[in-house]
T-cell receptor, first 113, second 109 residues
C-alpha cells in the first residue's frame, strides 16, 4: 500500500510568490494534517482537516490556507512568500481524528529566495 | 502556548551503549508520543503512551508517561548503527501534536 505521498518533493520560489503543496493520504484515511518543520526544529502544527472540514489551526498567519477534497487529498497554499517560510512541509494522515496513528509523508522542501 | 523541552539536544555514543532522553512540558497532555526522523523522511512513530505512569516497550526501546502527565522519557538499549537519527518527543491534545526540538543521536564507530 502506498503511504502518504506529497508533491513536489522540492521547490524553489521567490519572495512574494504563491505556492501550492499537495498531499495524498493513505487509502481510507479521512484526516489530514499539515506541519512546518524549520531546519533544526521539530514540526509545528499548521492545519488539520477531517471529512473536508477544518478541525484545527495552528499559530500561522492568514497567508497560510488549506483545503481537503472529496477524495480526502489536501492542498496547502501559502501566499506572499517570505524567506522565513523556507522549511520542510509535512503532511500526515490518519483514519480518524484525535487518534495517535498519524502517518507522515516525506515532505516538500520549500526554499524561498 | 504549549512548549516541550527535550534533552539532550544531541548525543554521541559508542555502539552497544544504552541511550536515555527525556522531555518535559509546561502543559498536561493526554497522549505522549515518540518519533524518529531520518534524513529526507518524515517522522515515524515509535511509541505511543496513553496513561500516566504507563511504561511501554517496542523492541529495544522503552518509554514512560510521567505521573504528572508533563514529562516522558525514552530509553534505547544496546544501540546499533541504524539507531542514528533525530528523536522527537511529542504531546497530543485532540488533533494537534506538539513536538519537542529533537535529540540528534550519533553513534561513533
Amino acid at each position: 500500500d502506498a503511504g502518504v505521498t506529497q508533491s513536489p518533493t522540492h521547490l524553489i520560489k521567490t519572495r512574494g510568490q504563491h505556492v501550492t503543496l499537495r498531499c495524498s493520504p493513505i487509502s481510507g484515511h479521512k484526516s489530514v494534517s499539515w506541519y512546518q518543520q524549520v531546519l533544526g526544529q521539530g514540526p509545528q502544527f499548521i492545519f488539520q482537516y477531517y471529512e473536508k472540514e477544518e478541525r484545527g489551526r495552528g499559530n500561522f498567519p492568514d497567508r497560510f490556507s488549506a483545503r481537503q477534497f472529496p477524495n480526502y487529498s489536501s492542498e496547502l497554499n501559502v501566499n506572499a512568500l517570505l524567506l522565513g517560510d523556507s522549511a520542510l512541509y509535512l503532511c500526515a494522515s490518519s483514519l480518524i481524528t484525535g487518534g495517535p496513528g498519524y502517518t507522515f509523508g516525506s515532505g516538500t522542501r520549500l526554499t524561498v529566495v | 502556548g504549549q512548549q516541550l523541552n527535550q534533552s539532550p539536544q544531541s548525543m554521541f555514543i559508542q555502539e552497544g551503549e544504552d541511550v536515555s532522553m527525556n522531555c518535559t512540558s509546561s502543559s498536561i497532555f493526554n497522549t505522549w508520543l515518540w518519533y524518529k526522523q531520518e534524513p529526507g523522511e518524515g517522522p515515524v512513530l515509535l511509541i505511543a503512551l496513553y496513561k500516566a505512569g504507563e511504561l511501554t516497550s517496542n523492541g529495544r526501546l522503552t518509554a514512560q508517561f510521567g505521573i504528572t502527565r508533563k514529562d516522558s522519557f525514552l530509553n534505547i538499549s544496546a544501540s546499533i548503527p541504524s539507531d542514528v537519527g533525530i528523536y522527537f518527543c511529542a504531546g497530543q491534545l485532540d488533533d494537534k501534536i506538539i513536538f519537542g526540538k529533537g535529540t540528534r543521536l550519533h553513534i561513533l564507530p
